[in-house]
C-alpha cells in the first residue's frame, strides 16, 4: 500500500493546540478554522488520544466528520504506549477513538512517540506493530506508520525491524536539524535512504520560530517584506523533497490565514532566505532557550496544575527580550488561577513524558526564581 506524496496536502492541520476559553475547546472558532482550511484545498488532520486530555478527538467529530463527507478529508491519530498496559488494551483504545473521532477508519494511524527505551520497548513487548497491520489488512486503518523522538540509530533499528510500516513523522525544523538532542536532518537523511514518506512535526519548533529577535525579523523584512517568520520556517521545510505534509499545530485565525497563505502559492526558499535561515541558526544559540515545544503532555497529569509550556513560553520571552516587568506581567495574569512555578513537588510527572526529555524540575525552580522575584 504504497503512498503518492503528490496527492497529499502539504500543509497538515495539527489539532493539538487548539484555541480554548478557560479549560475548554472554543468548538466555535475551532469549526471557522477547519472552514477556511478546507475552502484553501487541504484536508489532512492530526490528531491523537491524549491531546487535550482526550477532547481533540471528540472535536474531530464535531467539526468535521460530522459536517464534511468522510471521503473529504485524511484523517490520522495515535496510540500511547503510555495508556497500555496489556494487549488488551490497543482494542479498547481504538474502539474509543474511532467513537470519538465518529468514523469507521482512520487514514493514517501512528504508534505514538516512539523512542529508545520506554515507549519503544512497550510497543514491541505489545506486538503493537502486527496488531497496526492486522487492523491496516481489516480496512479499519488505511495506512500505518509512527511519530518518532528518538535517536537515529534507534530509527533504523525499528525500521529494519518493521518493514510494515509505511511513512514516519518526525520533528523537523531548520533549529533543530544538528541539534544533537533532535538529529532533524540526520532522521531526515535516514528516511529519505529509505524511500518512507514523512509527515513533518513542529516545523515552527513548538511556535519558538514565529518570533525571531527584533534583528532578525528586520532582515527577513528586507529579504520578504510581510513575510512572519513562521512562514520562514514552514518553507524551509516544504522545500525538502520527500516531504508527505507538514504539520502545524494552528491555535488561531490569524494564525490559519499566514500559514494558508504561505502555501497557496508556495515558493520554495531563495538563496537570500537560505542565507538568513544560516544566519538565523548561528545567532540562535546564542540566546539560551528552553527547547518546549508546547506539546502539553506535561499538564495534565501535574498535580500542582502549573501550566509548564505556558510558563517556560513566557521565560522564553524574557530570554529574548529582557523585558524582565512585561515578563512578569503576563506570568501574574497567566498563575493567577493556576500553579505556580515555585508550586513544583519534583514528582517527576512531566520529566517522564517529555518527549523533548527536558530536565522540567530545574527549569521551573529557575522560572520561579525569575519570575516571581
Known amino acids: 500500500m504504497s503512498l503518492n506524496m503528490e496527492t497529499m496536502p502539504k500543509l497538515g492541520f495539527g489539532l493539538m493546540r487548539l484555541p480554548t476559553v478557560g479549560k475548554e475547546i472554543d468548538a466555535e472558532q475551532v469549526e471557522r478554522m477547519v472552514d477556511a482550511y478546507m475552502a484553501a484545498g487541504f484536508n489532512y488532520f492530526d490528531t491523537a488520544y491524549v491531546y487535550h486530555g482526550g477532547h481533540s478527538e471528540e472535536a474531530v467529530k464535531t467539526a468535521i466528520t460530522e459536517r464534511y463527507p468522510r471521503d473529504r478529508f485524511f484523517l490520522a491519530t495515535k496510540l500511547p504506549a503510555w495508556c497500555l498496559k496489556e494487549k488488551e488494551d490497543r482494542d479498547r483504545i481504538f474502539s474509543e477513538q474511532l467513537e470519538r473521532c465518529g468514523v469507521d477508519y482512520f487514514d493514517f494511524y501512528l504508534l505514538h512517540c516512539v523512542e529508545d527505551g520506554n515507549n519503544g520497548d512497550t510497543y514491541e513487548k505489545l506486538d503493537c506493530y502486527s496488531w497496526a497491520a492486522e487492523k491496516r489488512a481489516e480496512g479499519k486503518i488505511r495506512h500505518f506508520g509512527f511519530s518518532f523522538h528518538g535517536t537515529p540509530g534507534y530509527l533504523e533499528e525499528v525500521l529494519d525491524r518493521h518493514p510494515e510500516v509505511e511513512f514516519v513523522q518526525i520533528q523537523l525544523n531548520y533549529l533543530d536539524w544538528e541539534n544533537p538532542d533532535v538529529c532533524s536532518g540526520r532522521l531526515y537523511e535516514i528516511l529519505r535512504e529509505r524511500n518512507i514518506p514523512i509527515v513533518v512535526m513542529e516545523p515552527v519548533k513548538g511556535g519558538t520560530l514565529a ?30 523533497p520527500g516531504i508527505m ?75 529574548r527580550t529582557r523585558r524582565g516587568i512585561s515578563a512578569k506581567q503576563y506570568y501574574e495574569e497567566l498563575t493567577a488561577e493556576t500553579g505556580r512555578a515555585s508550586d513544583c513537588v519534583a514528582c517527576g510527572q512531566c520529566e517522564n513524558v517529555c518527549p523533548q526529555h527536558l530536565p522540567v524540575i530545574e527549569l521551573l525552580k529557575e522560572c520561579g526564581e525569575k519570575l516571581e522575584g
Open 211 to 240: 518570533s525571531l529577535t527584533p534583528e532578525l525579523e528586520e532582515k527577513l523584512s528586507a529579504v520578504r517584506p510581510g513575510a512572519s517568520p513562521a512562514s520562514l520556517a514552514l518553507r524551509f521545510v516544504g522545500s525538502l
Open 245 to 319: 505534509t507538514i504539520l502545524s499545530g494552528m491555535s488561531t485565525e490569524e494564525q490559519m490565514e499566514d500559514n494558508l497563505a504561505t502555501f497557496r502559492d508556495f515558493e520554495p526558499l531563495t538563496d537570500s532566505d537560505r542565507a538568513l535561515v544560516e544566519e538565523v541558526c548561528t545567532e540562535w544559540p546564542k540566546i539560551p532557550q528552553i527547547g518546549c515545544t508546547s506539546c502539553r503532555y506535561c499538564v495534565d497529569g501535574c498535580p500542582m496544575s502549573i501550566p509548564i509550556p505556558d510558563i517556560f513560553r513566557i521565560a522564553n520571552f524574557l530570554r
